[in-house]
């Protein structure tokens, strides 16, 4: 089945890096995303990584995939205020691409 | 400009009414979705519209109608409102399997 799974909430002090979880069950996922949502607001694509892929980087951002233990991460460095939001990963059905299966959301507190 | 947009924002209704949530996409996008996520922010996929076609149907009540007058319009309709209706409901469009781009959210409250 198709599952995603993550921790519920994490709290760092601004300016410490932020590492939020993520496993998945379906291996054949083509691409796994990282979405923000601040409250009150729809979700935003941060960043994706392909299925073949270890790793990406984009500036503060980096994501790193463990294909073998079905496990994404998400780390923040330099965390600031502005990050406190709730981060879902999410995979794309590996049947329909369009599909994507959504975590059940981090959600990310930065205290001063 | 907005890029997708939904109408309303916040909808409050007596159960058993019958409403609609409208979506609107400037994107030019082919793909359009609604998703549903409940109180512990859980989200899920409810259907997915390609050039006015139903592709993706998930387990959803036939209470909700999807219905996609042109590529750039999405609408959910809810017959007989229940109480575990009460969700924020969110339009969603992509391109050729790309990114979702995601509206602001429709709080639905059925009371």
């Not at chain 1, 002090?13 to 923000?36: A, M, P, Q």
């Not at chain 1, 994706?48 to 991460?73: A, C, E, G, P, W």
């Not at chain 2, 997915?48 to 959803?60: Q, R």
């Amino acid at each position: 089945g198709e599952d995603v799974e993550q921790s519920l909430f994490l709290s760092v002090r601004e300016g410490d890096s932020s590492v939020i979880n993520c496993t998945y069950t379906d291996s054949s996922s083509t691409y796994l995303y990282w979405y923000k949502q601040e409250p009150g607001a729809g979700l935003q694509l941060l960043t994706y990584i392909f299925s073949n892929m270890d790793m990406k980087q984009d500036q503060r951002l980096t994501v790193l995939l463990n294909k073998k233990d079905k496990h994404l991460s998400l780390r923040i460095a330099d965390t600031q205020t502005g990050d406190s939001a709730i981060y879902f990963c999410a995979e794309s059905s590996s049947y329909n691409t369009d599909k994507l299966i959504f975590g059940t959301g981090t959600r990310l507190q930065v205290f001063p | 400009d907005t890029a997708v947009s939904q109408t309303p924002k916040y909808l409050v209704t007596q159960m058993g009414n019958d409403k609609s949530i409208k979506c609107e996409q400037n994107l030019g996008h082919d793909t359009m979705y609604w998703y549903k996520q409940d109180s512990k922010k859980f989200l899920k996929i409810m259907f997915s519209y390609n050039n006015k076609e139903l592709i993706i149907n998930e387990t959803v009540p036939n209470r909700f109608s999807p219905k996609s007058p042109d590529k750039a319009h999405l609408n959910l309709h809810i017959n007989s409102l229940e109480l575990g209706d009460s969700a924020v409901y969110f339009c969603a469009s992509s391109q050729d399997s790309g990114e979702q781009f995601f509206g602001p959210g429709t709080r639905l409250t059925v009371l």
